[in-house]
């Protein structure tokens, strides 16, 4: 496993302070750069060392971890120094696009880096915890290379891929999952609140449910990958029902009912293309690209 002893943190908002905080507590040297300067913060008494310039900030280090508004600003900062990027490896853990990392992972072998592209699912709080997950695509070898360094960020970081945009699939598509539950969590929340009863005395309730959904998950994820969408659990003519009095309690409450409306439309369409006896996992239909 590798075992990088040099790093350079570019970008000190909330997030990057928390990645270069990592790296000086699992012993690492640790260069830090803002482009703003003034937002180290109490790092270098902490031992990092602030960086007077973009150049020094790159030569200081055979590690290089960029974390900032966006890979336009990536780009922006690091085109002026390119030539001094060989030989060094580039994490890149800004948000983007897979389009955008695949971009930069050819912008820096171009210019003789190594490359990663990461996707840090976890607040600035969580960073450095053994159960934060962090996503890599990219050349196995370079994960291998620092994977020790990179797992100070969390120790669930996993390498996912040789293609460097998948990290940032997994990335849209998890918080995708998360504003999913979130809005259901938050239409149930004012349902009962409309009848008086708090958020967190249904707390309990709906967290153990969402365990319960994620062994759902499973067999939906069986089905999509196989295309045997027979109903071995529940039937898309079964779910209508229960769909439906969603919508009529929400309505009786005067609560937005717009979330189970848009539900059993999708549920209501499959059923009218003859699928009434498959499982959820039919409703893949509507979400896959259609055809030219």
Aim: charged share 20%.
């Amino acid at each position: 496993m590798g075992d990088t002893r040099t790093v350079t943190v570019f970008g000190l908002g909330l997030m990057g302070q928390a990645l270069a905080g990592a790296m000086l507590a699992g012993g690492r040297v640790t260069t830090v750069w803002n482009r703003t300067p003034g937002r180290a913060g109490d790092l270098p008494e902490r031992g990092a060392k602030e960086a007077a310039g973009v150049r020094d900030a790159v030569e200081a280090s055979d590690l290089l971890i960029v974390c900032v508004r966006d890979y336009h600003a990536v780009r922006e900062f690091l085109d002026p120094v390119a030539d001094a990027l060989a030989g060094r490896t580039l994490v890149n853990l800004t948000s983007g696009s897979s389009a955008e990392a695949r971009e930069m992972a050819a912008w820096a072998a171009g210019h003789g880096a190594a490359y990663l592209d990461g996707a840090i699912m976890m607040t600035p709080p969580g960073i450095g915890q053994p159960d934060t997950v962090l996503l890599y695509g990219g050349p196995a070898d370079v994960f291998a290379a620092h994977a020790d360094t990179l797992r100070l960020l969390g120790g669930a970081t996993t390498h996912l891929s040789e293609d460097t945009g998948l990290a940032s699939l997994y990335d849209v598509a998890l918080l995708g999952i998360m504003w999913g539950s979130l809005n259901g969590f938050v239409h149930a929340a004012a349902l009962l609140a409309a009848d008086g009863v708090p958020a967190r005395d249904f707390l309990p309730f709906a967290t153990s449910w969402l365990g319960a959904i994620g062994v759902f998950s499973g067999v939906v994820a069986d089905q999509v990958d196989s295309g045997d969408f027979a109903a071995v659990d529940a039937s898309l003519a079964s779910h209508l029902p229960p769909i439906e009095h969603l919508i009529d309690e929400s309505r009786a409450r005067g609560v937005d009912a717009a979330l189970p409306e848009f539900t059993r439309g999708l549920v209501a369409a499959a059923i009218a293309r003859g699928h009434e006896g498959d499982g959820y996992a039919r409703l893949i239909d509507h979400f896959r690209p259609k055809a030219a």
